[in-house]
């Protein structure tokens, strides 16, 4: 059986499948092993550390990251992942640890950063006023 999640966060959008296997977690066609900074890395595989290394060994995780920086990319990846384990097993069990860990594990954040508006350098920030 195979499953298809996907999650998101700021601009990231990753999409994961879940299969049978052997414990594989590919990250754009690469190791989960490879990706850099390490700090991203250990964000994707929380989910794992939540269920049960035990997990691991019985499934094959690929996921496509597109958009985004490293931090937005890995959150994404986190929610992708932690979704496509709970409907791929069925675990409500699993699903009510993840909700009580941390809500964005399953639910992505629907936060975007505010467009850029006229007369000033950003979305809040206006133009410094000088009288002299």
Do not use: C
């Amino acid at each position: 059986m195979v499953t298809n999640t996907s999650g998101k966060k700021k601009t990231a959008v990753a999409r994961a499948t879940v299969s049978e296997g052997e414990g594989r977690v590919r990250i754009n066609s690469q190791p989960v092993e490879l990706v850099e900074p390490e700090l991203s890395q250990l964000k994707m595989l929380e989910p794992f550390r939540i269920a049960g290394d035990d997990l691991r060994t019985q499934v094959d995780i690929d996921v496509s990251i597109s958009g985004g920086g490293f931090a937005g990319q890995a959150d994404a990846a986190r929610t992708a992942i932690a979704r496509g384990l709970v409907q791929h097993l069925q675990d409500a069990e699993l699903r009510d640890a993840y909700m009580e860990f941390d809500r964005s594990l399953l639910v992505n954040d629907s936060r975007q950063s505010e467009p850029k508006k006229w007369g000033g350098p950003g979305a809040r920030a206006r133009y410094q006023k000088s009288y002299r």
